[in-house]
């Protein structure tokens, strides 16, 4: 059964970079039939696509964070990685990773989410 | 950009009842648009993929219809287990974006 799991710091100052893995279990990430991605929800708010990469290079970003975000592989781990620099209390969110279906072009689990909280 | 909107908002029904939730994109996206089901807490879970295929092992009182830029989700009788945020999402193209929701809550 696949399982995606969000991990990483659940605080982050003002100004520094948050960080979190997305660990897949019951499938791989090299999959050609899936993208993986990244998507953010502000407490109380709606959701927010940050990025989805394909495991052979095409990384596609949000514009509006494209400037301060990146998303890596680790295929050996079958782990991705989120990196979001200059962070601000707008950036507080429950963070999920999820598996892009090609076919049907959706998102596909999700992961459980994890908060992320912005203050010095 | 493509926006995305939905409406209602928010929305009361009783346990049995009809719902139906419309999504509206700012431009034409096909048939690339999802729905996905979002109870307190708990990640958004995907219902309908390409505005009318129901996903597996989501129960078949849910239905989408639609193309271009307007769209619809049926719940055709209403369950306990159906109140939550509904979310609409175009995979039309990137950025992809979602609607802002709409809660279904008991009446």
């Known amino acids: 059964q696949l399982q995606l799991q969000e991990s990483g710091p659940r605080l982050v100052k003002p100004s520094e970079i948050l960080s979190l893995t997305c660990t897949v279990s019951?499938?791989?990430?090299?999959?050609?039939?899936?993208?993986w991605g990244w998507i953010r929800q502000p407490p109380g708010k709606g959701l927010e696509w940050i990025g989805s990469?394909?495991?052979?290079?095409?990384?596609y970003y949000n514009p509006s964070l494209k400037s301060r975000v990146s998303i890596s592989v680790d295929t050996s781990k079958n782990q991705f990685s989120l990196k979001l620099t200059s962070v601000t209390a707008a950036d507080a969110a429950v963070y999920y990773c999820?598996?892009?279906?090609?076919?049907?072009?959706?998102?596909?689990?999700w992961g459980q989410g994890t908060l992320v909280t912005v203050s010095s | 950009d493509i926006q995305m909107t939905q409406s209602p908002s928010s929305l009361s029904a009783f346990v049995g009842d009809r719902v139906t939730i419309t999504c509206r994109a700012s431009?034409?996206?096909?048939?690339?648009l999802n729905w996905y089901q979002q109870k307190p807490g708990k990640a958004p879970k995907l219902l309908i993929y390409?505005?009318?295929s129901l996903q597996s092992g989501v129960p078949s009182r849910f239905s989408g219809s639609g193309s271009g830029t307007d769209f619809t989700l049926t719940i055709s009788s209403l369950q306990p287990a159906d109140f939550a945020t509904y979310y609409c999402?175009?995979?039309?193209?990137?950025?992809?974006?979602f609607g802002p929701g709409t809660k279904v809550d008991i009446k």
């Open positions: 999820a598996r892009y279906v090609v076919e049907a072009q959706g998102f596909d689990p």
């Open positions: 019951g499938d791989s990430i090299t999959s050609s039939s899936y993208y």
């Open positions: 990469f394909y495991y052979s290079g095409n990384t």
């Open positions: 431009q034409n996206i096909g048939r690339y």
């Open positions: 390409t505005a009318s």
């Open positions: 999402q175009q995979s039309y193209s990137t950025p992809f974006t």
